[in-house]
């Protein structure tokens, strides 16, 4: 499995990585954080679909609305077997953003398991079988297990299962963050990623636990957060992501490619390769999320509602309110919108039923949300919703 990590000095590697630690501390501090919290939603939600198309499952974003937050879930068993999987994806990555994970090392072994374990655990059971290509037997996936038995995954052949412990117990020796400065922690996400795909410990659903301890990963070393999302990225340039992949599996190519028994020279490709894309998806969302622009999507699409009949005059003033200042005093909106308190309690009302904007209770204040109907208008490109 060596070399673990690119080598010390590579000047291209440390500058993406402090790229990238400015910019996403810059994110951060865009919105409000009852904003950021909405928006954390949405985009779990999107870092869900981007996995999905990873592993070949087209769950229509407009399937996964409707399963998360309505639990309406399709009569068509396929379907709702895969609107399950995406809600499974979803309350495993809420647990990560919330701090509500299993607290030890994103790299241990137990937090492998940890997260294998409560993404498996919510499955159908129609998920949880996998077939040998070799001789067909169907097998059982155990939540939190580790495979019992040899694979092949393409031209790869992992460990054999016996010595999976061995080569996790050194996965999480060498990628212990006490053990790495901040820049090399960040450069080490790459090299994260591919051994743990390239250990493949469990016989299913490594894909979906390498991207969710990626995402962790990155949220503990301080440049992670709920407002972007690595799935994107990497489900965009999926080509080169799978290519670069198969890559870092290759053997070293002679004594100019370093001194362990895989390529150093393509490991170090799959680094720069993965703090580009991260790079990438900040830029993307800070794009955005920078308000003034957000604020002019949001007042297009509202006058168009408007225009249409579909929301009352006065909505566009509140939703700015709610985007600027987190969230809005119900006791407010009269003023806000230059209406009497009967005319201002139905605009809110209204927005209330629509979904743009969100409340605990009839007496707590308003906070903006984001129906599926406006994200495509607000969050150009975000994802699909057609």
Avoid at 229 to 239: H, I, K, M, Y
Avoid at 287 to 300: A, C, H, I, V
Avoid at 311 to 317: A, D, E, T, V, Y
Wanted: glycine share 6%; net charge negative; proline share 5%.
């Amino acid at each position: 499995m060596e070399p673990m990590l690119p080598p010390e000095g590579e000047r291209k590697l440390e500058d993406l990585a402090i790229d990238l630690a400015t910019k996403a501390s810059g994110l951060a501090s865009l919105l409000p954080r009852a904003v950021r919290l909405e928006i954390g939603d949405l985009v779990r939600s999107m870092n869900c679909y981007y996995s999905n198309l990873i592993e070949g499952h087209d769950t229509h974003p407009r399937d996964i609305d409707r399963a998360l937050i309505h639990a309406d879930y399709s009569t068509d068993p396929e379907k709702r077997a895969l609107q399950r999987e995406a809600v499974a994806h979803i309350e495993v990555q809420r647990l990560i953003d919330h701090h509500d994970d299993l607290q030890v090392e994103t790299t241990s072994l137990n937090y492998i398991i940890w997260l294998h374990r409560e993404f498996c655990q919510r499955l159908p059971d129609e998920l949880l079988w996998t077939q040998n290509p070799d001789t067909g037997e169907r097998l059982h996936i155990v939540p939190g297990e580790l495979r019992k038995s040899g694979v092949q995954v393409g031209r790869h052949i992992p460990p054999e299962a016996e010595s999976l412990l061995s080569f996790l117990k050194r996965f999480s020796e060498v990628y212990d963050p006490k053990k790495l400065s901040r820049v090399r922690q960040i450069i080490a996400l790459g090299a994260i990623h591919h051994r743990l795909l390239w250990i493949h410990p469990f016989y299913d659903g490594n894909g979906r636990v390498t991207r969710l301890m990626s995402h962790a990963s990155l949220l503990r070393c301080g440049i992670g957060s709920s407002l972007w999302s690595v799935a994107r990225g990497l489900a965009r340039n999926v080509r080169d992501y799978k290519a670069l992949l198969m890559a870092a599996d290759a053997p070293r190519h002679g004594d100019l490619d370093g001194r362990g028994a895989l390529s150093t020279l393509a490991l170090t490709e799959f680094c720069e390769f993965f703090l580009t894309i991260c790079i990438d998806q900040v830029d993307y969302m800070s794009s955005l999320l920078e308000p003034d622009d957000l604020l002019r999507r949001m007042r297009l699409h509202i006058e168009d509602e408007m225009g249409a009949g579909s929301l009352p005059k006065g909505s566009f003033p509140l939703l700015r309110e709610a985007l600027l200042a987190g969230e809005v005093q119900r006791g407010h909106a009269a003023e806000i919108t230059g209406y009497g308190e009967r005319m201002a309690r139905m605009v809110v009302s209204d927005l209330l039923k629509k979904g743009y904007l969100k409340s605990k209770s009839t007496r707590s204040p308003l906070v903006l949300s984001f129906p599926l109907d406006a994200v495509e208008r607000w969050f150009p490109k975000l994802y699909p919703v057609s």
